[in-house]
């Protein structure tokens, strides 16, 4: 059972446009969602991230939106660039003293065509 | 501050053998997680270490296991390889602080391929 759905699965923005992409989550118990960023023959990289008690984050030309009733999150990028074209996953994970086990949607390929 | 460096980079093994993967933490990180990435599956958790201590397993064979040393490196290790285990090993640091404690930092990652 997947926990974290994520679309689209591929996404092809023209420079300057906005990219959206959305995820949703099942286990109520989630309070942490982050968004990494990863490029090919590289690890992902940590983008920005929210915790439930806030409905909107924003960090440059990247802004997360959290809708806890809807049990959905998800990551806008502004003014897209050519630099910006890879692949991008939602996580979710609980907090507390347990393990800090992320689960990740399946990812989303973005191409900001110039 | 150095990132989490992972070694070897890339691997090659046939069926069979077994590999030990290495991840070295951000300084002063003592939480280890390992994920395995494939394009079927995506990333998958395979267990957490933190001071030692084994906190949480994935649902993988007991093929996979681990292990952290004192200096909160830690040590993955594949026996008796599989086709399947062909993947992107990678290895995440956190701090476990108080605050933002669940930020995870990625290393680049093994790249394993089974003959």
């Known amino acids: 059972q997947q926990q974290v759905k994520q679309s689209p699965q591929s996404l092809i923005v023209q420079k300057g446009g906005i990219s959206i992409i959305n995820c949703a989550y099942e286990?109520?118990?989630?309070?942490?969602f982050p968004w990494y960023q990863q490029f090919p023959g590289k690890g992902p990289a940590l983008l920005i991230a929210i915790r439930p008690d806030v409905s909107e984050k924003k960090e440059g030309r990247f802004t997360i939106s959290f809708n806890k009733s809807a049990k959905q999150f998800s990551l806008h990028i502004m003014d897209s660039q050519p630099g910006d074209s890879a692949t991008y996953f939602c996580?979710?994970?609980?907090?507390?003293?347990?393990?800090?086990?992320?689960?990740f949607g399946k990812g989303t390929k973005l191409s900001v065509i110039p | 501050k150095a990132g989490v460096t992972q070694t070897p980079r890339y691997l090659i093994k046939t069926r069979g053998q077994q590999v030990t993967l290495s991840c070295s933490p951000i300084?002063?990180?003592?939480?280890v997680s390992w994920y395995q990435q494939t394009p079927g599956q995506g990333l998958q958790f395979l267990f957490e270490y933190f001071s030692e201590t084994q906190r949480n397993k994935g649902n993988f064979p007991g093929r996979f296991s681990g292990r952290q040393f004192s200096n909160s490196r830690s040590e993955m290790n594949v026996s008796t390889l599989e086709l399947g285990d062909s993947a992107l090993y990678l290895c995440?640091?956190?701090?476990?602080?108080?605050?933002?404690?669940?930020?995870?930092?990625f290393g680049p990652g093994t790249r394993l391929t089974v003959l």
């Open positions: 300084s002063g990180h003592r939480s």
């Open positions: 995440a640091s956190s701090s476990r602080g108080v605050l933002l404690d669940n930020e995870q930092f």
């Open positions: 996580a979710a994970s609980v907090s507390g003293a347990g393990s800090y086990q992320l689960t």
């Open positions: 286990n109520t118990a989630f309070d942490y």
